[in-house]
């Protein structure tokens, strides 16, 4: 009787072991392939690119979509807007938008309007100050900040300034106009932001 005990508990033993290491087993090989189907660490920190539908977009609206955890502002600018940029470079620090060129605004975005196409801004909606969100104040006319203002954006924080191409005015806190994120046109209704074709 104790023989066949002793044979019982080996077998259960050995189905024991057997099941911890087929377990074992499993979990070994479906960790590396869970890990395979993460985005790496680059990707993550660059941030997968996003499509806005641009579509819906009236002439003198804001769309704002979440860009590598950003809020990215798409601008449709109307005749009157556009306008105004051009009346105002004097008032401007940087104008043709030739500080930190590379980090700031793609060649493709180096023109009057820093975009490309005139109709559309786009533009990452963070202060070069200090990393507040601009409000919008799209209306020309005066304003407590500015007697003469044609349309923009103002940083009710430390009282920055930007026009509707982005570009900060003279003597404000902002040392640089608003980030141009890396974007290309899929169609005439989609926008990808976060990768470009050299502005296709």
């Known amino acids: 009787m104790s023989d066949q005990s002793d044979v019982n508990r080996g077998r259960r033993s050995l189905v024991i072991a057997g099941a911890c290491a087929g377990g074992a087993a499993a979990v070994g090989t479906a960790v590396p392939f869970a890990a395979s189907m993460l985005p790496s660490e680059r990707a993550e920190a660059l ?29 449709r600018r109307t005749q009157e807007m556009l306008d105004g940029i051009k009346r105002i470079d004097s008032k401007l620090a940087d104008p043709k938008s030739e500080r930190k060129k590379s980090e700031l605004t793609p060649e493709y975005a180096r023109n009057e309007y820093r975009s490309i196409k005139s109709e559309y801004l786009v533009v990452v909606g963070i202060c070069s100050h200090l990393g507040c969100s601009p409000q919008d104040r799209f209306k020309a006319g005066p ?21 509707l191409a982005g570009r900060v005015y003279k003597n404000k806190p902002a040392p640089d106009n608003l980030k141009v994120p890396p974007y290309t046109y899929l169609s005439d209704t989609r926008i990808l932001i976060g990768e470009d074709k050299k502005g296709a």
């Open 47 to 75: 941030g997968a690119p996003v499509e806005a539908d641009i579509g819906q977009l009236v002439p003198g609206e804001k769309l704002t979509v979440e860009w590598r955890g950003q809020p990215v502002w798409i601008v």
């Open 143 to 163: 304003e407590a900040f500015e007697r003469d203002w044609t349309g923009g954006f103002f940083c009710p924080c430390h009282g920055s300034l930007f026009d």
